[in-house]
């Protein structure tokens, strides 16, 4: 708080406060709670962004307390603070950069050997920190009775115990911070003793730290001194900027090869050790074992979960009551916004006294945009919300586990399996979720063939064409669209691993946390920002393609032919969509689809579920005689490749933008083109294979 | 010393050599798993990956349970202790 004098206005005592923003970092280990938290603390209302220069998230939540503004930053889940992960280095130069009041670090009391060397690690760096004992009811029923005082008391910092889960300890913490900011509280520095031959080594960095940096300083001198004996590049980087000559590095570089020889290993592993040694101490001191628990909840859960004989079969089950319910549950809700936007919405506006130019804009090309859109809304929050429960309770990261023989059969990982599952829903939200994935080069193969798996709105493309030729094996052949989604994703990962990403994968390795309730307040946060994702992207993409393509059918190599080609299909040919539709039958000769299914395809590049409306619109018919047309265009056989065509080709626009998003420009256009062929090759194959059987 | 993957569900082990760069060490030992560690090994089927719990220095009490793809497992080399 700074206080400043007043120019003499009437009604105030001569000073005014200005509050300057409080900044809390909220640090963790990956599955600790520091969500729950930070959702607790900040009411669930977060601006996300991207942290400056890299595609990882950053959230930003506001807090008030009494009336202090509070801004509440989200780190990314980290074990430790190298510069050898981005999330890590991003932790670290939140703390060097920003230069936070307070750290919040979640720690899991049912793990603290491994979540304490983070704290430790934070402590290194000089920061306020409060530490959050979380999951406190877990410690118990493992029959752990941790001194939360003691361990105050040993690190000089304080130490709240929560159960985040059911808010228990939230109000202690809230008031832990209040008294922090108000300088209230005692933080006390962690120097860790490394040891003779290490201290003196850091010792003599410091000093020539001293007499060479040339300004003042944001870092904290001995965690750089400790930096470069360990050889980390970043900060090698950041001394060499900050130093009037290389005289600090050159140290660090001898005494780097003279504790080698001295300690019989690298200084790095070493002073890893030490940090280990001084958990195990600080763990003499406060973990005490009140009752030995053989087996938990976890354990025998986990028994027949991760069986090698009924483990995938569960996991199979599991899956495919998620697509049910999601399906299912979902039906009303998607008929409501279908009657809505298609009917309702529709006729106001046809029946009103627009100019008939305006009112063939608004109802043919945004309401029924909006609304073809929009339908797919009920069943991506509900697949959505059911995926979040599996993944709240832990069991996400059991399926990994369990699949992760078979996808590194296919030059993927384990991790790969979360962002294909969510593509089952919306690809968009899938390529996002490949930024879980470690290995750059998984992560890129996943995002690439994510795409390919058939996402909600290709299904009523399938239901239509399958509907009308296939009948009492509709659901057999739906299936099968499902089944080479899976294979050719698997195949073109494969393709992909071989020849294009190669090297080794660094691996699959993952936690396999306790199983916990779902929180209600966590499943619908991770359901939103999912669906936020589809809803935005695919708006506005979305929107934009409509109207194009609206301009288009209104507008031919002639010049304007006016709304009513939406009435009149003969109308329809003249346009550009004819010409274009004209053009695309002449490639598509071999599949014998017509210049009509030809040009709804181009609409598909929208957004897939496009075509059937459009296919409607292109025969001048309504959505509900289709199926008598559809009868007399297709066979079964053209009609199979044409759906397994919508399956594999490119994208749609917002898929496309979200892979640019995250892997850039070119993968985009690569995933474009590889799709585009991908799908003319297996339609042609189908078709010529059909024909050779004796089908079509 | 064996790799990891070769011991039987239900032992528990010592890590005594882990190959690898620096990127292997380091994911390994985020998750608790360093040489001279200790693990219980829950499931080890074959050429699939494995699961393990990461035991506590001080007392044998199971901290995390971890699943590691089998060529990351292979890398891990370790002794039974039983």
């Not at chain 1, 075509?611 to 297709?634: C, N, P, R, Y």
Request: net charge positive; charged share 20%.
């Amino acid at each position: 708080m700074y206080k400043i004098n007043c120019l003499g206005c009437r009604d105030c005592s001569g000073t005014v406060s200005i509050r300057r923003l409080i900044k809390i970092g909220v640090a963790g280990n990956p599955n600790v709670g520091k969500s729950i938290i930070f959702n607790e603390l900040t009411g669930g209302r977060a601006w996300v962004g991207n942290w400056p220069g890299v595609t990882v998230e950053k959230k930003v939540g506001r807090l008030r307390i009494d009336s202090a503004e509070v801004e509440v930053v989200d780190l990314p889940g980290i074990y430790s603070l190298t510069a050898y992960s981005i999330d890590e280095l991003i932790a670290r130069n939140f703390i060097v950069e920003e230069n936070p009041d307070i750290i919040i670090d979640i720690v899991n009391a049912s793990n603290l050997e491994r979540n304490l060397y983070l704290t430790i690690s934070l402590l290194e760096m000089n920061v306020k920190v409060i530490i959050v004992l979380n999951m406190m009811d877990l410690a118990e029923n493992l029959g752990y009775k941790i001194d939360h005082e003691k361990l105050s008391k040993i690190l000089g910092v304080p130490v709240i115990p929560t159960i985040a889960i059911r808010k228990v300890g939230i109000g202690k913490l809230i008031e832990a911070i209040k008294l922090a900011i108000n300088n209230k509280l005692h933080f006390k520095p962690l120097i860790i003793d490394y040891g003779p031959e290490v201290e003196e080594a850091i010792n003599s960095i410091i000093s020539v730290l001293h007499s060479e940096i040339k300004e003042k300083t944001k870092y904290d001198l001995r965690w750089l001194a400790i930096k470069l004996l360990e050889g980390d590049e970043h900060i090698i980087k950041e001394v060499k900027r900050l130093c009037i000559s290389s005289k600090a590095l050159d140290l660090a570089v001898d005494y780097r090869g003279k504790l080698r020889s001295k300690l019989g290993k690298d200084v790095e592993d070493y002073l890893i050790e030490r940090r280990y040694q001084l958990i195990s101490n600080i763990l003499n001191e406060v973990l005490s074992i009140e009752k030995h628990v053989r087996l938990t909840f976890t354990d025998i859960i986990d028994a027949a979960l991760l069986h090698r004989v009924v483990g995938i079969p569960i996991a199979l089950s599991a899956l495919y009551l998620v697509f049910r319910f999601a399906f299912e549950a979902s039906l009303p809700l998607a008929d409501l916004i279908d009657w809505f936007f298609g009917t309702f919405l529709y006729d106001i506006i046809y029946s009103s006294n627009l100019p008939s130019l305006l009112k063939s804009f608004l109802a043919d090309g945004l309401i029924t945009g909006l609304g073809t859109v929009l339908v797919f809304l009920p069943v991506i929050v509900f697949f959505f919300i059911t995926l979040a429960i599996l993944e709240d309770i832990g069991y996400m990261a059991r399926v990994a586990y369990l699949v992760d023989k078979v996808m590194h059969k296919f030059g993927l990982t384990g991790r790969s399996i979360i962002p294909l599952i969510i593509g089952f829903g919306c690809n968009i939200p899938g390529v996002i979720a490949t930024r879980t994935i470690m290995d750059e080069n998984d992560r890129k193969v996943t995002a690439l063939v994510a795409p390919l798996i058939s996402c909600s709105a290709r299904l009523p493309v399938y239901l239509v064409l399958a509907g009308a030729l296939f009948l009492t094996y509709m659901g057999t052949v739906v299936l099968s669209m499902y089944i080479w989604s899976i294979i050719l994703t698997l195949l073109v990962a494969l393709i992909l691993r071989k020849f294009v990403f190669k090297g080794i994968s660094t691996g699959f390795i993952m936690e396999l946390p306790e199983y916990t309730r779902p929180l209600l307040s966590s499943v619908l946060i991770k359901t939103w920002e999912r669906t936020k994702r589809f809803l935005f992207k695919a708006g506005t993409v979305i929107l934009i393609g409509i109207i194009l393509i609206w301009l288009l059918s209104i507008t031919g190599p002639s010049g304007y032919i006016g709304p009513q080609v939406f009435s009149d299909p003969a109308l329809l040919e003249n346009s550009w969509i004819g010409v274009i539709g004209h053009t695309l039958s002449f490639i598509f000769a071999p599949m014998n689809w017509g210049w009509r299914a030809s040009a709804a395809l181009l609409f598909g590049f929208v957004a897939k579920e496009i075509v059937v409306g459009s296919m409607a619109l292109l025969f001048g018919v309504g959505e509900e005689q289709l199926s008598d047309v559809i009868v007399k265009q297709f066979t079964p056989l053209s009609a199979y490749a044409y759906m397994a065509f919508v399956l594999l080709y490119v994208p749609c626009i917002a898929t496309l933008a979200a892979i640019r998003g995250e892997l850039g420009l070119k993968y985009a256009i690569i995933a474009a083109i590889y799709e585009l062929f991908l799908a003319y090759i297996v339609a042609l194959s189908i078709t010529l294979f059909g024909q050779f059987i004796g089908l079509g | 010393m064996i790799p990891l993957p070769l011991v039987s569900s239900g032992s528990v082990v010592r890590v005594l050599h882990i190959i690898g760069g620096k990127g292997v060490y380091r994911k390994l030992h985020e998750l608790g798993i360093s040489v001279g560690s200790r693990l219980r090994v829950i499931n080890s089927w074959g050429a699939g990956p494995v699961v393990i719990e990461t035991l506590n220095a001080n007392n044998d009490l199971r901290t995390s349970r971890v699943a590691i793809g089998y060529g990351l497992a292979m890398k891990i080399y370790v002794e039974v202790i039983s």
